[in-house]
Protein backbone atom coordinates (compact mmCIF):
# COMPACT_ATOMS: atom_id res chain seq x y z
CA UNK A 1 0.00 0.00 0.00
CA UNK A 2 2.63 2.29 0.93
CA UNK A 3 4.65 1.50 -2.50
CA UNK A 4 1.11 2.51 -4.61
CA UNK A 5 0.86 5.58 -2.34
CA UNK A 6 4.23 6.62 -3.26
CA UNK A 7 3.81 5.78 -7.18
CA UNK A 8 0.45 7.78 -7.15
CA UNK A 9 1.85 10.62 -5.87
CA UNK A 10 4.47 10.63 -7.52
CA UNK A 11 2.31 10.35 -10.77
CA UNK A 12 0.53 13.33 -9.33
CA UNK A 13 3.57 15.24 -8.68
CA UNK A 14 5.33 14.76 -12.68
CA UNK A 15 1.64 15.70 -14.19
CA UNK A 16 0.88 18.87 -11.75
CA UNK A 17 4.88 19.50 -12.83
CA UNK A 18 4.09 19.35 -16.68
CA UNK A 19 1.10 21.30 -16.93
CA UNK A 20 2.85 23.82 -14.70
CA UNK A 21 5.61 24.00 -17.23
CA UNK A 22 3.59 24.29 -20.03
CA UNK A 23 1.46 27.38 -18.41
CA UNK A 24 4.49 29.40 -17.46
CA UNK A 25 6.36 28.85 -20.41
CA UNK A 26 4.73 31.37 -23.34
CA UNK A 27 5.75 33.91 -19.76
CA UNK A 28 9.33 32.36 -19.96
CA UNK A 29 9.60 32.80 -23.39
CA UNK A 30 8.44 36.74 -23.73
CA UNK A 31 10.93 37.49 -21.05
CA UNK A 32 13.44 35.66 -22.57
CA UNK A 33 12.49 37.26 -26.51
CA UNK A 34 12.60 40.74 -24.53
CA UNK A 35 16.59 40.01 -24.21
CA UNK A 36 17.08 39.23 -27.49
CA UNK A 37 18.21 41.11 -30.60
CA UNK A 38 14.68 42.18 -32.57
CA UNK A 39 15.93 39.60 -35.65
CA UNK A 40 17.26 37.12 -33.62
CA UNK A 41 13.45 36.87 -31.39
CA UNK A 42 11.86 34.07 -34.25
CA UNK A 43 15.48 32.58 -35.14
CA UNK A 44 15.87 29.40 -33.02
CA UNK A 45 12.57 31.05 -30.90
CA UNK A 46 12.26 27.82 -29.27
CA UNK A 47 15.48 28.71 -27.32
CA UNK A 48 15.05 30.37 -23.68
CA UNK A 49 18.83 31.41 -23.30
CA UNK A 50 19.60 34.26 -25.54
CA UNK A 51 22.85 34.11 -27.80
CA UNK A 52 23.66 37.63 -26.64
CA UNK A 53 21.75 39.49 -24.23
CA UNK A 54 20.73 42.93 -25.09
CA UNK A 55 19.39 44.84 -22.51
CA UNK A 56 18.93 47.59 -24.56
CA UNK A 57 15.46 46.25 -25.54
CA UNK A 58 14.22 48.05 -22.65
CA UNK A 59 15.50 51.41 -22.92
CA UNK A 60 14.40 51.14 -26.35
CA UNK A 61 10.84 50.55 -25.95
CA UNK A 62 11.17 52.72 -22.66
CA UNK A 63 11.56 55.28 -25.19
CA UNK A 64 8.17 54.67 -26.49
CA UNK A 65 7.32 56.46 -29.89
CA UNK A 66 6.76 59.76 -31.39
CA UNK A 67 8.08 61.25 -28.53
CA UNK A 68 5.78 59.58 -26.03
CA UNK A 69 7.81 57.53 -23.40
CA UNK A 70 6.21 54.18 -21.41
CA UNK A 71 6.02 56.13 -18.21
CA UNK A 72 2.99 57.81 -19.89
CA UNK A 73 1.39 55.10 -20.83
CA UNK A 74 1.97 53.30 -17.53
CA UNK A 75 0.35 56.51 -15.92
CA UNK A 76 -2.08 56.72 -17.83
CA UNK A 77 -2.98 52.87 -17.17
CA UNK A 78 -2.84 53.68 -13.38
CA UNK A 79 -5.69 56.47 -13.51
CA UNK A 80 -7.83 54.37 -15.39
CA UNK A 81 -7.16 51.13 -13.18
CA UNK A 82 -6.45 52.80 -9.77
CA UNK A 83 -9.87 54.83 -9.98
CA UNK A 84 -11.78 52.81 -12.04
CA UNK A 85 -11.13 49.98 -9.08
CA UNK A 86 -12.01 51.92 -6.46
CA UNK A 87 -15.31 52.90 -7.85
CA UNK A 88 -16.35 49.36 -8.63
CA UNK A 89 -15.89 48.14 -5.45
CA UNK A 90 -17.79 51.29 -3.36
CA UNK A 91 -20.69 50.86 -5.89
CA UNK A 92 -21.08 46.99 -5.39
CA UNK A 93 -20.19 46.95 -1.96
CA UNK A 94 -23.44 49.37 -1.45
CA UNK A 95 -25.59 47.37 -3.86
CA UNK A 96 -24.39 44.06 -2.49
CA UNK A 97 -25.27 45.21 0.78
CA UNK A 98 -28.61 46.43 -0.69
CA UNK A 99 -29.68 43.02 -2.08
CA UNK A 100 -28.04 40.99 0.79
CA UNK A 101 -29.96 42.81 3.99
CA UNK A 102 -32.87 46.00 2.78
CA UNK A 103 -36.04 44.70 1.69
CA UNK A 104 -37.58 46.40 -0.93
CA UNK A 105 -39.73 46.62 -3.83
CA UNK A 106 -39.12 43.95 -6.69
CA UNK A 107 -35.65 43.11 -5.15
CA UNK A 108 -36.05 39.38 -6.68
CA UNK A 109 -36.80 40.89 -10.33
CA UNK A 110 -33.52 43.53 -9.98
CA UNK A 111 -31.31 40.48 -8.38
CA UNK A 112 -32.48 38.66 -11.46
CA UNK A 113 -32.41 41.51 -13.83
CA UNK A 114 -28.55 42.03 -12.71
CA UNK A 115 -27.52 38.41 -12.76
CA UNK A 116 -29.27 38.42 -16.64
CA UNK A 117 -26.86 40.89 -17.34
CA UNK A 118 -23.43 38.77 -16.73
CA UNK A 119 -24.26 36.56 -19.49
CA UNK A 120 -24.11 39.51 -22.27
CA UNK A 121 -20.98 39.21 -24.21
CA UNK A 122 -19.31 42.90 -24.42
CA UNK A 123 -20.24 42.60 -28.67
CA UNK A 124 -23.87 42.75 -27.57
CA UNK A 125 -23.66 46.24 -25.61
CA UNK A 126 -20.79 47.58 -27.85
CA UNK A 127 -22.24 49.89 -30.27
CA UNK A 128 -25.20 51.14 -28.25
CA UNK A 129 -22.58 52.41 -25.62
CA UNK A 130 -20.71 53.80 -28.03
CA UNK A 131 -23.59 55.78 -29.51
CA UNK A 132 -24.17 56.84 -26.09
CA UNK A 133 -21.13 57.90 -24.72
CA UNK A 134 -20.78 59.72 -28.44
CA UNK A 135 -24.01 61.58 -27.34
CA UNK A 136 -22.21 62.66 -24.46
CA UNK A 137 -19.06 63.89 -25.90
CA UNK A 138 -17.23 61.40 -23.83
CA UNK A 139 -15.13 59.80 -26.83
CA UNK A 140 -11.53 60.17 -26.50
CA UNK A 141 -11.93 60.45 -23.12
CA UNK A 142 -11.19 58.09 -19.33
CA UNK A 143 -14.92 58.51 -18.94
CA UNK A 144 -16.33 55.65 -20.55
CA UNK A 145 -13.71 53.68 -19.13
CA UNK A 146 -14.57 55.03 -15.61
CA UNK A 147 -17.80 56.23 -14.93
CA UNK A 148 -19.55 52.87 -15.74
CA UNK A 149 -17.73 51.27 -12.92
CA UNK A 150 -19.28 53.68 -10.17
CA UNK A 151 -22.97 51.82 -11.02
CA UNK A 152 -21.44 48.36 -9.66
CA UNK A 153 -19.94 45.77 -11.51
CA UNK A 154 -22.69 42.07 -11.60
CA UNK A 155 -19.38 39.47 -10.41
CA UNK A 156 -18.68 41.57 -7.94
CA UNK A 157 -22.05 42.80 -6.71
CA UNK A 158 -23.15 38.95 -6.16
CA UNK A 159 -19.13 38.43 -4.57
CA UNK A 160 -19.28 40.44 -2.25
CA UNK A 161 -23.56 39.90 -1.32
CA UNK A 162 -22.63 36.23 -0.66
CA UNK A 163 -20.13 37.03 1.95
CA UNK A 164 -22.27 39.21 3.47
CA UNK A 165 -25.38 36.22 4.11
CA UNK A 166 -22.92 34.53 5.93
CA UNK A 167 -22.69 37.18 8.16
CA UNK A 168 -25.19 35.98 11.25
CA UNK A 169 -28.30 38.52 11.41
CA UNK A 170 -27.93 38.82 15.07
CA UNK A 171 -24.97 41.55 14.52
CA UNK A 172 -27.32 43.67 12.81
CA UNK A 173 -30.26 43.41 15.25
CA UNK A 174 -27.85 44.06 18.41
CA UNK A 175 -26.37 46.95 16.44
CA UNK A 176 -30.10 48.21 16.66
CA UNK A 177 -31.08 47.67 19.91
CA UNK A 178 -27.34 49.40 20.24
CA UNK A 179 -29.46 52.56 18.42
CA UNK A 180 -27.34 51.81 14.99
CA UNK A 181 -29.01 52.67 11.72
CA UNK A 182 -28.89 50.98 8.43
CA UNK A 183 -26.10 53.07 7.35
CA UNK A 184 -23.60 52.90 10.88
CA UNK A 185 -24.49 49.03 10.63
CA UNK A 186 -23.13 49.42 7.26
CA UNK A 187 -19.80 51.18 7.92
CA UNK A 188 -19.29 49.65 11.40
CA UNK A 189 -20.85 46.06 11.19
CA UNK A 190 -20.66 44.98 7.46
CA UNK A 191 -17.62 46.52 5.83
CA UNK A 192 -14.68 45.43 8.70
CA UNK A 193 -16.07 41.93 8.19
CA UNK A 194 -16.38 42.15 4.27
CA UNK A 195 -12.70 42.91 3.20
CA UNK A 196 -11.50 39.92 2.06
CA UNK A 197 -14.20 40.14 -0.53
CA UNK A 198 -13.55 43.87 -1.13
CA UNK A 199 -10.01 42.88 -1.54
CA UNK A 200 -10.83 39.65 -3.98
CA UNK A 201 -12.94 42.07 -5.85
CA UNK A 202 -10.21 44.60 -6.08
CA UNK A 203 -7.70 42.38 -7.22
CA UNK A 204 -10.20 40.96 -10.30
CA UNK A 205 -10.59 44.80 -11.31
CA UNK A 206 -7.37 45.92 -10.89
CA UNK A 207 -6.07 43.27 -13.54
CA UNK A 208 -9.42 43.38 -15.68
CA UNK A 209 -9.09 46.84 -16.04
CA UNK A 210 -5.21 46.76 -16.17
CA UNK A 211 -5.22 44.15 -19.10
CA UNK A 212 -7.98 45.94 -20.81
CA UNK A 213 -7.37 46.75 -24.79
CA UNK A 214 -10.85 46.99 -26.60
CA UNK A 215 -12.13 49.61 -24.08
CA UNK A 216 -9.63 51.96 -24.79
CA UNK A 217 -9.31 51.00 -28.58
CA UNK A 218 -12.87 52.00 -29.69
CA UNK A 219 -12.92 55.46 -27.51
CA UNK A 220 -9.37 57.36 -27.37
CA UNK A 221 -8.27 58.54 -30.25
CA UNK A 222 -5.23 60.74 -28.99
CA UNK A 223 -1.80 58.41 -28.19
CA UNK A 224 -0.73 61.00 -25.41
CA UNK A 225 -4.27 59.47 -23.61
CA UNK A 226 -3.36 55.70 -24.34
CA UNK A 227 -2.54 52.98 -21.59
CA UNK A 228 0.05 50.26 -21.81
CA UNK A 229 -2.34 47.78 -23.38
CA UNK A 230 -3.02 50.29 -26.40
CA UNK A 231 0.44 51.42 -26.43
CA UNK A 232 2.08 47.87 -27.13
CA UNK A 233 -0.02 47.36 -30.10
CA UNK A 234 1.66 50.59 -31.77
CA UNK A 235 5.11 48.43 -31.25
CA UNK A 236 3.35 46.26 -33.95
CA UNK A 237 3.94 47.54 -37.41
CA UNK A 238 2.89 45.63 -41.04
CA UNK A 239 4.38 48.71 -43.16
CA UNK A 240 7.76 48.69 -41.76
CA UNK A 241 10.05 46.79 -39.06
CA UNK A 242 8.70 45.88 -36.31
CA UNK A 243 10.75 46.20 -32.84
CA UNK A 244 9.80 43.04 -31.47
CA UNK A 245 12.66 42.83 -28.61
CA UNK A 246 11.82 46.32 -27.21
CA UNK A 247 7.77 45.45 -27.57
CA UNK A 248 8.57 42.67 -25.68
CA UNK A 249 10.67 44.12 -23.02
CA UNK A 250 7.47 46.86 -22.39
CA UNK A 251 5.65 43.37 -22.33
CA UNK A 252 7.20 42.16 -19.43
CA UNK A 253 7.17 45.45 -17.46
CA UNK A 254 3.52 46.03 -18.20
CA UNK A 255 3.01 42.31 -16.30
CA UNK A 256 5.17 43.55 -13.36
CA UNK A 257 2.00 45.63 -11.82
CA UNK A 258 -0.20 42.57 -12.19
CA UNK A 259 2.29 40.20 -9.93
CA UNK A 260 3.12 42.56 -7.43
CA UNK A 261 -0.82 42.75 -5.99
CA UNK A 262 -1.21 39.19 -6.97
CA UNK A 263 1.61 37.80 -4.83
CA UNK A 264 0.99 40.87 -1.83
CA UNK A 265 -2.65 39.66 -1.96
CA UNK A 266 -3.11 36.59 -2.92
CA UNK A 267 -4.30 35.57 0.69
CA UNK A 268 -7.20 37.76 0.24
CA UNK A 269 -8.58 35.75 -2.95
CA UNK A 270 -8.53 32.86 -0.92
CA UNK A 271 -10.25 33.77 1.99
CA UNK A 272 -12.69 36.20 0.07
CA UNK A 273 -13.64 32.95 -2.50
CA UNK A 274 -13.69 30.43 0.11
CA UNK A 275 -15.27 32.11 2.69
CA UNK A 276 -18.56 33.02 0.18
CA UNK A 277 -18.78 29.70 -0.68
CA UNK A 278 -20.04 30.44 -4.13
CA UNK A 279 -23.80 29.49 -3.00
CA UNK A 280 -26.47 30.68 -5.04
Not at 68 to 90: H, L
Not at 126 to 144: A, E, H, R, S, V
Not at 161 to 176: C, H, N, S, V, Y
Request: some cysteine; aromatic content about 18%; proline content about 5%.
Amino acid sequence: MKKKRITKKTIQHVLMGSFALMMIYPLVWMVSSSLKKSENVFVNSHSLIPSEWHFANYIDGWNGFAGITFGTFFWNSTIITVIATVGSIISSTFIAYGFARIKFAGKKIWFVAMMLTMMLPFEMVMIPQYIMFNKFGWIDTYLPLILPTFFGIPFFIFLIMQFIRTIPMELDEAAKIDGCNTFDIFFRIIVPLIIPAMMTSAIFSFYWRWDDFMGPLIYLSTPEKYPVSLALKLFSDPNSVTNWGAMFAMSTLSILPIFIIFFVFQRYIVDGISSTGMKA
